[in-house]
């Protein structure tokens, strides 16, 4: 299994340009999410989804959207980038779409955005 | 809301035991408390959970005492590759429809100093 893998690792946008994150996983997963992290604030969660064809708002959802058309991928868009979305970006999956608290989290390798 | 509070930042010597505590006075009866290890530039690892007393893995310790409401992860000998910051989790939000949502916070930074 590659896990969870995220693309690209590294992207540098202009102010105004729209990207998209990719996350996969090959786990069959049912729940997927997306975290943010600046130095010094953890990881903040931005969007997650319990399955296919559900998708939810986190701490920190403006300027992203979702979607969760298959059970492998759940990309993240950015529509209009800001400065103040530079930061490291975390997708991360587990088994259960029930909220089970025995479920490991698995994360990919991140993706650091930097938006001038 | 499964809220957890722990320190933010602790400062170790090589080959000392390191204890990190971590309040979640409101857990759910069901729930597991879970922590995770972050290295520099990798996303977080899952290294230990446990629900009731002590649980030991080749990584960790956990302790957790019979209310429930701290639990305390415990690393023997730490060492330069220990510096990593550290989360606990108490368990999931749950919110309307069936959904629910996890929320790491800010962890604690553990630095080892030779």
């Known amino acids: 299994n590659a896990g969870v893998t995220q693309t690209p690792k590294f992207q540098v946008l202009k102010t105004g340009q729209s990207m998209t994150l990719q996350c996969a996983q090959d786990?069959?997963?049912?729940?997927m999410s997306w975290y943010r992290q600046d130095p010094g604030m953890g990881l903040r969660l931005i969007h997650y989804s319990v399955g296919a064809g559900i998708t939810d708002q986190g701490e920190v959802p403006n300027g992203y959207n979702v979607s969760r058309s298959t059970t492998e991928d759940f990309p993240l868009r950015l529509l209009s980038a800001a400065p103040s979305q530079t930061s490291v970006y975390f997708c991360?999956?587990?088994?259960?779409?029930?909220?089970?608290?025995?479920?490991?989290?698995?994360f990919g390798p991140g993706t650091r955005l930097t938006v001038l | 809301l499964a809220k957890t509070t722990q320190p933010i930042s602790m400062d170790s010597y090589e080959g000392q035991e390191v204890n990190i505590t971590c309040s979640h006075n409101n857990i759910a009866t069901n729930d597991y408390i879970t922590w995770y290890q972050q290295f520099p530039s990798q996303g977080p690892r899952f290294i230990i959970q446990?629900?009731?007393t002590k649980v030991t893995n080749e990584v960790a310790s956990l302790f957790i005492p019979a209310d429930r409401k701290s639990s305390t992860l415990s690393l023997p000998r730490v060492s330069l590759s220990d510096t990593a910051v550290y989360y606990c989790l108490g368990g999931p939000s749950y919110s309307g429809a069936g959904s629910y949502q996890l929320t790491f916070g800010k962890g604690t930074k553990l630095s080892v100093i030779p």
């Open positions: 446990g629900y009731k």
């Open positions: 991360a999956s587990s088994y259960s779409g029930s909220g089970l608290s025995t479920d490991t989290q698995y």
């Open positions: 786990m069959n997963h049912e729940y």
